[in-house]
């Protein structure tokens, strides 16, 4: 315990997974406010660290940065503009001279005026410079998934478009823990990261968050259940409904290993490949739609590397291909019922 | 607001228009007044209620949970709608953001088609499946209806250009708010209109907020009208009807002669951006109560109605019963409406979806093309 106290006076902790923080310092936060609690420690240990975006200033739609204007005051902590190809380029200007450009985008749907600046900029820019130039301290935090009745512009997952962009990060947390733990990571990574928070947990999901500044692995995925029979790989708020399904496995006497990817791009292949190397079966779950999802790239990899391990194809259960609707959410969506059905097929194969 | 009314004995009715403010044109160009008949009047102030009562019942059904989503309400800004289908044709485009109620109803779709698009019935206007942020109306030239903010300033343009290819006598009328005023889009598409002499109206309903965003902290420069550069521009009180048409009017003629025209309609929304924006963090309901009290434009044209006896207390009270009832009947109707059926999830994905592969999440679930 002394030993702890020291490190972290020494500023952050880095850790492999949550359940290695020992920390007893801590308080029940949902997501929004392991959010706001992250970007509050970085503020505060960073003097150069800013924090910009529509309507910021006064906490944010989801209440992300509530009370962080009035800490941090307005130059570092202001809105900008309604314009996304705006502030993802003002944020890698800031980042190539040395700033830590937080930068927020209020829906990932809306993300795409900026598609061209971080596909384009962003991600070659240290590339094409010869190492000279980078925007590494750039950070851009979007919301993402689907939230019950957010539609066609409100309830995309766009990270396949990014995975698919040498140069950048992707990030998705499942849990207040590791969302606070990943995106002080993903700030203090030297490389710019895409970190995406599902919205339809900023409130639902709570846990007791430690206190620290620490900061959880990247590219590093978490086998969050362990099991013998089947490996289910998935991110965000999917996590929450493969225990769902593999609790209704259970009771048929399958055990589930259930990994959670974390990082989407560059993911933690070793772990997926060790996992269905010891159970043989494998299904990818993401809302996106199929084509062309992290699932198809997810399962490609994998069975170039378990080939002769695997007792059944690898299965994902995902979005249809098909805009994310109105009121076919319920349909549209891959659920518990709809994993539970590919277990099993899975199984019996 | 001062007005002066005269009659002449043909019952027509003479009102007095607010200032205009211009950028690049000459002021003696713009009307001073507009005229008006009492059945005009009427119809100005039952059209209004109509819009502003469908509002409301939008809220009251989104806080029954019967309206799911996200659902942005345009009262207070009625006499813009009221003044662009007055001004304009249903052969002039329309192309607007995600605050499109109004404009749906007076485009062509009925209470009844609004409401249950709104909850996602078969029977809305796009079939439940566009939802409260996109109306469209093929017939009536009304373009929807979009989400993306900005997005639907270029797409405008591009009907501008067609209307001209095709040596049509019309022009687009392309609707956005203050906040979108800063999307770089605007300015691409607003040079190009002006390259090309294109009869496109760039219509800014500056409602002073952009979400939560004030315009002077998101905007270096709040003269919208004067935000086209070279193109020119006018200022007008979007709550005044009258002024709203007759600058529509003069739009119009301008843009077949001469090209774009940028118009920033001053205005005012007495919901927050959102049901989700209790719209009283950065504006105080002091404000939002002063305007309704002084700057109203139902009661705008109330006043013109009683000043000048086209009507009394009790006739325009029976007005607002027959919409209140209007409406009413379109909820219940709305409310008893099926759903689409969950088929209607994977049609009209590309024109001939039988000729195409949809994935199911299940392979055994997918819409297999035709020829198999």
Sequence with gaps: MQLLKRVHQFGSTKHRFASDIGSTNRQKMNLFQAINNALDIELGANPKALLFGEDVKFGGVFRCSQGLNEKYGTDRVFNTPLCEQGIGAFGIGLASVGYTAIAEIQFGDYIFPAFDQIVNEAAKFRYRSGNQFNCGSLTIRSTWGAVGHGALYHSQSPEAYFAHTPGLKVVVPRDPIQAKGLLLASIRDKNPVIFFEPKALYRNAEDEVPLDDYELELSKAEVVQQGKHITLIGYGTSIRVLREASKMAEKDGVSCEIIDLQTIYPYDGQTLVDSVKKTGRCIITHEAPQTCGMGAELSAFIQEKCFLHLEAPIRRVTGYDTPFPLVHEPIYLPDKFKIYEAIKESVNY | ?372
């Design chain 2, 1 to 372: 607001m001062i007005f002066r009314i005269s009659r002449s004995c043909f019952s027509s009715i003479s009102v007095k228009l607010p200032s205009f403010k211009v950028h690049h044109l000459e002021l003696q160009q713009l009307p001073k007044t507009a005229t008006t008949t009492s059945s005009e009047l009427l119809a100005y102030y039952k059209s209004m209620q109509l819009q502003r009562r469908m509002e409301i019942a939008c809220d009251n059904l989104y806080k029954q949970r019967l309206i799911r989503g996200f659902l942005h309400l345009a009262d207070g800004q009625e006499s813009i709608y009221e003044g662009l289908h007055a001004g304009l044709t249903y052969d002039d485009c329309v192309i607007t953001a995600y605050r499109d109620h109004c404009i749906a109803l007076l485009r062509g779709d009925t209470p009844h088609q609004i409401i249950a698009e709104m909850m996602a019935k078969q029977t809305g206007s796009t079939k439940g499946k566009g939802g409260s942020m996109h109306y469209y109306k093929k017939a009536t030239n009304f373009y929807g209806g979009h989400g993306i903010v900005g997005a639907q300033i270029p797409l405008g343009t591009g009907l501008a250009f067609a209307q001209k290819y095709l040596k049509k006598p019309n022009v687009t009328l392309i609707m956005f708010g203050d906040g979108a005023a800063n999307q770089g889009q605007l300015y691409e598409a607003a040079n190009m209109a002006q390259l090309w002499h294109l009869p496109a109206i760039y219509f800014i309903e500056n409602n002073l907020f952009g979400m939560g965003t004030s315009i002077d902290r998101a905007s270096a420069n709040t003269k919208f009208y004067t935000r086209g550069d070279v193109i020119p521009g006018i200022q007008i009180d979007g709550n005044n009807v009258f002024q709203v048409r007759e600058t529509l009017k003069f739009a119009k003629k301008h843009c077949l002669e001469k090209g774009p025209i940028f118009i920033e309609a001053m205005t005012y929304r007495y919901h927050g951006h959102s049901m989700s924006d209790p719209g009283v963090t950065y504006r105080t309901r002091e404000e939002v109560q002063q305007q309704r009290k002084t700057r109203d434009c139902i009661n705008y044209v109330k006043n013109i109605i009683l000043e000048n006896k086209v009507a009394d207390e009790h006739q325009l009270e029976e007005i607002d019963n027959s919409t209140q009832n209007e409406i009413d009947i379109a909820v219940e109707q709305a409310k008893v409406d099926p759903v689409p059926p969950s088929t209607e999830l994977t049609t009209d994905v590309y024109v001939d979806n039988e000729n195409h592969f949809i994935r199911g999440i299940l392979y055994k679930d997918s819409v297999l093309p035709k020829s198999q």
